[in-house]
């Protein structure tokens, strides 16, 4: 088998029936990146990178709180993610000094997290899954919630694009023509906090930002509108998935990291490609 | 208190004011921003607010708008006023590509022909496909403005629209304004920090110091010894600037302006 994957440099060109469990990985990253490349570009675009830190870090203490309370992890992940990016946006819309607390919680909820797992037992063995992610063992349930969660987040950027994009410029411009910078904030952290529970199972909590972050700063070179630019992240999120995914199977190196990886290498290919200063 | 400049007329033929605020306070945590507010902008009026740093200048254009609660007093727009507003600061961070085309239909999408003939009118035709990061900041200032047309205002209000331009780059801006509100009937409303030639467009002239120290024509304000107060001696040349640029036929009006008369003078020679 190992021979057939090196023959060819693709997954998808690889050969008619890949494993199951490969189609799962797949399908799970190109879900995942076709609501963090948009939502990416925003974190991009509004300087929102801590945040993503801090969103991402936070769901490791979802997963703590959900398993040691019987709760869905996916659930718990989600409600804290959304709690502390909510906590997030009311202290980083208030000042420009906020970047020092969001550095100080980005970092402490991961702490806090690593300390709370320690308390479920059922996990420690396997902290590195929720660290790095486990895209391999991806079930059709879990696809199945990646999909839906991803297709909320697309809706919700879908339906705000033009009020965000206006208040993610200028917020007066906004609020003069009567729309509420707040809300559009608000959407924002909905989505982040989706996206981050969609996402843990997939890189992990330490690489969520990545996906958001690298892809959509590859794709600022090749583009010229906001359109642009949040599609661009989606196919270069998407090539990361299916490139990480095939060295990740040929070369034995986890999945996660190797996705996060291979957005990288394509973010260092655009700086060189990319006339254009980002 | 008696204040001759008070009863300048307001522009003829429109007794509704788009805007009036009445008694307008303003107030920050413990410190008062604006106190005791009186104004009112008619149709087609051109008004300039000046005033030093921190004056309040800002506040109330925000607090006219709507942007920002008044915490006395009474602020009231005519129903559905439709407002184009052009903001103090744009920066478009690079980091998002932006061409001048899409952010025209932000948050409103508008048609080509629309775009392009806005871009026409304030005189930055063919940019459609420029980056907005990539402007210059007298093509900014004329994207915005181009951009606060589009919404067929009845009023335009700028905050220091001029910021960052050379003199003859804000000469022509002013002019611009001028030619619009010849155009379509709108009311313009800016604010400004200095004189220049600023008051050679304005219609009205209110000097802001937290209150109202004097407002009235130009001629009228820059005479005025609460404007001199608020600007000291410093602004002669721009006085004789205006002056030589607005009259050359200008009327003393009998106060005090040897300085300004004397570059007067040498600017006539």
């Given at each position: 088998?190992?021979?057939?994957?090196?023959?060819?440099?693709?997954?998808?060109?690889?050969?008619?029936?890949?494993?199951?469990?490969?189609?799962?990985?797949?399908?799970?990253?190109?879900?995942?990146?076709?609501?963090?490349?948009?939502?990416?570009?925003?974190?991009?675009?509004?300087?929102?990178?801590?945040?993503?830190?801090?969103?991402?870090?936070?769901?490791?203490?979802?997963?703590?709180?959900?398993?040691?309370?019987?709760?869905?992890?996916?659930?718990?992940?989600?409600?804290?993610?959304?709690?502390?990016?909510?906590?997030?946006?009311?202290?980083?819309?208030?000042?420009?000094?906020?970047?020092?607390?969001?550095?100080?919680?980005?970092?402490?909820?991961?702490?806090?997290?690593?300390?709370?797992?320690?308390?479920?037992?059922?996990?420690?063995?396997?902290?590195?899954?929720?660290?790095?992610?486990?895209?391999?063992?991806?079930?059709?349930?879990?696809?199945?919630?990646?999909?839906?969660?991803?297709?909320?987040?697309?809706?919700?950027?879908?339906?705000?694009?033009?009020?965000?994009?206006?208040?993610?410029?200028?917020?007066?411009?906004?609020?003069?023509?009567?729309?509420?910078?707040?809300?559009?904030?608000?959407?924002?952290?909905?989505?982040?906090?989706?996206?981050?529970?969609?996402?843990?199972?997939?890189?992990?909590?330490?690489?969520?930002?990545?996906?958001?972050?690298?892809?959509?700063?590859?794709?600022?070179?090749?583009?010229?509108?906001?359109?642009?630019?949040?599609?661009?992240?989606?196919?270069?999120?998407?090539?990361?998935?299916?490139?990480?995914?095939?060295?990740?199977?040929?070369?034995?190196?986890?999945?996660?990291?190797?996705?996060?990886?291979?957005?990288?290498?394509?973010?260092?290919?655009?700086?060189?490609?990319?006339?254009?200063?980002? | 208190?008696?204040?001759?400049?008070?009863?300048?007329?307001?522009?003829?033929?429109?007794?509704?004011?788009?805007?009036?605020?009445?008694?307008?306070?303003?107030?920050?945590?413990?410190?008062?921003?604006?106190?005791?507010?009186?104004?009112?902008?008619?149709?087609?009026?051109?008004?300039?607010?000046?005033?030093?740093?921190?004056?309040?200048?800002?506040?109330?254009?925000?607090?006219?708008?709507?942007?920002?609660?008044?915490?006395?007093?009474?602020?009231?727009?005519?129903?559905?006023?439709?407002?184009?507003?052009?903001?103090?600061?744009?920066?478009?961070?690079?980091?998002?590509?932006?061409?001048?085309?899409?952010?025209?239909?932000?948050?409103?999408?508008?048609?080509?022909?629309?775009?392009?003939?806005?871009?026409?009118?304030?005189?930055?035709?063919?940019?459609?496909?420029?980056?907005?990061?990539?402007l210059s900041g007298g093509q900014l200032q004329r994207v915005l403005l181009?951009?606060?047309?589009?919404?067929?205002?009845?009023?335009?209000?700028?905050?220091?629209?001029?910021?960052?331009?050379?003199?003859?780059?804000?000469?022509?801006?002013?002019?611009?304004?001028?030619?619009?509100?010849?155009?379509?009937?709108?009311?313009?409303?800016?604010?400004?920090?200095?004189?220049?030639?600023?008051?050679?467009?304005?219609?009205?002239?209110?000097?802001?110091?937290?209150?109202?120290?004097?407002?009235?024509?130009?001629?009228?304000?820059?005479?005025?010894?609460?404007?001199?107060?608020?600007?000291?001696?410093?602004?002669?040349?721009?006085?004789?600037?205006?002056?030589?640029?607005?009259?050359?036929?200008?009327?003393?009006?009998?106060?005090?302006?040897?300085?300004?008369?004397?570059?007067?003078?040498?600017?006539?020679?």
């Open positions: 088998m190992t021979a057939a994957i090196m023959t060819t440099t693709t997954i998808i060109m690889r050969v008619p029936m890949p494993d199951a469990f490969l189609i799962h990985a797949a399908l799970a990253g190109v879900g995942l990146m076709l609501a963090a490349g948009p939502l990416g570009a925003f974190v991009v675009w509004r300087r929102m990178a801590y945040m993503g830190d801090a969103t991402a870090h936070a769901a490791l203490l979802g997963v703590a709180l959900a398993l040691l309370s019987d709760l869905p992890v996916a659930l718990g992940t989600a409600l804290v993610a959304l709690a502390v990016a909510s906590l997030v946006t009311v202290l980083s819309s208030r000042d420009r000094a906020a970047d020092t607390i969001l550095g100080v919680l980005a970092h402490s909820a991961l702490a806090i997290g690593l300390v709370a797992i320690s308390f479920a037992p059922q996990v420690r063995s396997d902290l590195s899954a929720f660290l790095f992610g486990d895209i391999l063992t991806v079930s059709l349930a879990d696809l199945a919630w990646i999909w839906g969660g991803a297709a909320i987040v697309l809706g919700l950027l879908a339906w705000r694009w033009n009020a965000l994009l206006t208040a993610t410029v200028n917020e007066e411009l906004a609020q003069a023509a009567g729309l509420d910078p707040r809300r559009e904030r608000f959407v924002l952290t909905v989505a982040l906090a989706l996206v981050v529970a969609v996402a843990i199972k997939i890189v992990g909590a330490l690489l969520i930002s990545a996906m958001l972050i690298v892809p959509a700063a590859a794709a600022r070179s090749f583009a010229r509108t906001p359109e642009g630019m949040a599609l661009i992240a989606v196919l270069i999120g998407c090539a990361s998935v299916l490139a990480g995914l095939w060295g990740s199977f040929t070369y034995d190196t986890p999945a996660g990291p190797s996705i996060v990886t291979a957005a990288a290498a394509l973010f260092a290919f655009s700086l060189a490609k990319g006339r254009r200063a980002r | 208190m008696w204040r001759p400049w008070a009863f300048a007329p307001p522009a003829a033929g429109c007794p509704m004011p788009l805007i009036e605020a009445q008694g307008l306070g303003v107030r920050r945590g413990s410190h008062d921003i604006l106190r005791g507010v009186n104004f009112r902008i008619a149709g087609g009026e051109i008004v300039t607010v000046l005033g030093p740093n921190g004056s309040g200048k800002s506040t109330l254009i925000r607090a006219l708008i709507g942007l920002e609660p008044g915490s006395s007093g009474a602020v009231t727009r005519k129903p559905g006023l439709r407002i184009g507003y052009v903001p103090q600061r744009l920066h478009v961070d690079a980091a998002l590509p932006m061409t001048v085309r899409r952010f025209l239909s932000l948050p409103r999408p508008v048609s080509d022909a629309v775009a392009a003939e806005a871009l026409g009118r304030t005189g930055v035709a063919g940019l459609e496909r420029r980056q907005v990061s990539a181009a951009r606060a047309l589009l919404s067929a205002p009845e009023i335009l209000i700028l905050d220091e629209p001029t910021q960052g331009l050379d003199q003859p780059g804000e000469a022509a801006f002013y002019k611009l304004l001028e030619e619009v509100r010849a155009e379509t009937g709108a009311a313009v409303l800016m604010v400004s920090h200095d004189l220049h030639v600023v008051m050679r467009a304005s219609d009205r002239v209110i000097c802001l110091n937290g209150h109202v120290c004097c407002e009235g024509t130009p001629e009228i304000v820059s005479a005025a010894p609460e404007y001199r107060a608020l600007f000291g001696m410093g602004t002669g040349g721009a006085l004789a600037l205006y002056r030589h640029m607005h009259d050359h036929d200008h009327v003393h009006d009998g106060c005090d302006h040897d300085h300004d008369h004397h570059h007067h003078e040498g600017a006539d020679a």
